[in-house]
């Protein structure tokens, strides 16, 4: 599993500096993604914890997030900072 990890350590770094000057470059910058999108498929399918180490929570989070307005912590009677009145 290590080499497949570098090999796409090796596809993201060509990825990342590869300039698409020449139509070779372009071929090099499609390549790195298509042999990136290879060994995550390798590594999803025949490493049993690369899901669970990389996906977390899943997609939503764990508890809904709280939406409601903050408490007022102004004592009776004191101004707001920011010049509202409320």
């Given at each position: 599993m290590t080499i497949v990890?570098?090999?796409a350590g090796i596809a993201a770094v060509v990825f990342i500096f590869c300039p698409l000057s020449t139509g070779t470059q372009v071929l090099a910058f499609a390549g790195s993604i298509v042999v990136f999108l290879i060994c995550h498929s390798l590594l999803t399918n025949l490493d049993e914890n690369y899901i669970d180490?990389?996906?977390?929570n899943g997609y939503w989070p764990p508890?809904?997030?709280d939406w409601s307005p903050l408490p007022d912590r102004r004592v009776a009677g004191?101004?707001?900072?920011?010049?509202?009145e409320s």
């Open positions: 990890k570098g090999i180490e990389h996906i977390k508890k809904p997030i004191e101004k707001p900072v920011d010049g509202s």
